[in-house]
């Protein structure tokens, strides 16, 4: 086991114990965790990376949207659905639920407000929703009128903050899913008509549906998807004034995106990422689908 605190030349802090062996240091020299050489276990410098299974788990990941038809065993719908709970949630207020699609005709409406075909055949299929439902009943129970101005669980902080609880319960299954070999793909298609699945799901009031997760054993190997330099991401202290600065390594980027080939339209390089981004800014389907109107049909006042 490495144990950097022992290394005097060693510039990463203590990664503690708990997380610290077996670890692998990489030089981040390729465009892809894929590409990366193991070139010490012990003296990391600041621009390298180390790796353990968690590590590799999460730098591995990739969307999966071709599964084999294989089931799904009960006991690792368990496992996945356990350490989704186990996420952190904003306040302890758990104001999220999952609703697991098991019904064909239901999985096969999904498929169609998402207009993915792959929502249809993933042989694990959640919506995950926002909830402050049962929040709202068990407050209901305790005297407060749910009715009056001093209810505030369906406030646009509440709906905002069981949407990142959602969220962060959603990657943890993800990344367990994928630490058993399984794949995933979030599905956030379904919320091309909210309405539609708050109707073909009966979700009731003060929920919201976040996103979609489709889970499979993987019938297909994407390259992974590159990521932009840390530098664009990264910031300290505050958001830098110069803009052009963060721009700096975007050509690059441009260039290692366009040699990527999505498997969904092998035949050609995908769009450098300024021009998907450049594309995505006037995207007209994005006004479409406005949160407020379903949110407010569910009981939510995002204004307060
Ligand atoms: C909030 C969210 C919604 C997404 N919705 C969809 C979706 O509806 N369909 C899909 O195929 N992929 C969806 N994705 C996957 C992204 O397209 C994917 O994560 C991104 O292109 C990066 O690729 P990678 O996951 O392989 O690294 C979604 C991802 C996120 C985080």
């Known amino acids: 086991m490495s144990d950097f605190t022992t290394d005097p030349a060693a510039e990463t ?23 990366r050489s193991a070139v010490s276990a012990q003296t990391p410098t600041r621009d390298e990376i180390i790796t353990n299974p968690v590590i590799e788990t999460l730098l591995q990941r990739r969307s999966i949207r071709k599964f084999k038809p294989d089931p799904i065993a009960e006991y690792v719908i368990a ?7 186990h ?9 999220w639920s999952a609703i697991r699609i098991t019904d064909e005709s239901l999985r096969k409406r999904m498929a169609q407000i998402g207009n993915q075909h792959y929502i249809g055949e993933a042989p694990l299929l959640y919506v995950f929703i926002l909830d402050e439902h049962r929040n709202a009943a068990i407050a209901a129970q305790g005297g407060v009128d749910v009715r ?29 899913a994928n630490s ?4 995933c793909v979030y599905l956030g298609s379904l919320l091309n008509d909210p309405r539609a699945i708050i109707d073909a799901l009966q979700l009731p009031e003060y929920t919201y549906p976040v996103l979609g997760l489709a889970i499979g054993k993987p019938d ?19 958001y830098p004034a110069d803009t052009d600065s963060i721009l700096e390594p975007l050509p690059h980027f441009d260039a290692v995106v366009h040699q990527y080939y999505d498997l969904r339209h092998t ?7 300024s021009t998907q981004t450049t594309v995505k800014a006037t995207d007209q389907s994005n006004l479409a689908k406005p949160v407020g109107p379903a949110a407010g049909g569910q009981g939510f006042t995002l204004d307060r």
């Open 13 to 35: 802090p203590d990664v503690g114990p708990a997380f610290a062996g077996p670890i692998t240091v990489y030089s981040p020299d390729g465009t892809s965790p894929a590409s």
């Open 79 to 85: 496992t996945l659905e356990t350490v989704a709970q």
């Open 87 to 95: 996420a952190a949630s904003s306040e302890y207020l758990n104001d």
């Open 148 to 176: 009056s101005a001093e209810f505030t669980l369906n406030t646009s902080y509440r709906f905002s903050q069981a949407q990142n609880d959602a969220v962060l319960a959603m990657h943890a299954m993800e990344t367990a």
């Open 180 to 183: 058993l070999g399984l794949g």
């Open 220 to 238: 297909q190997a994407p390259t992974l998807k590159p990521r932009m330099a840390r530098s664009m991401q990264f910031f300290e202290n505050s």
């Open 267 to 273: 035949e050609r390089p995908v769009d450098a990422f």
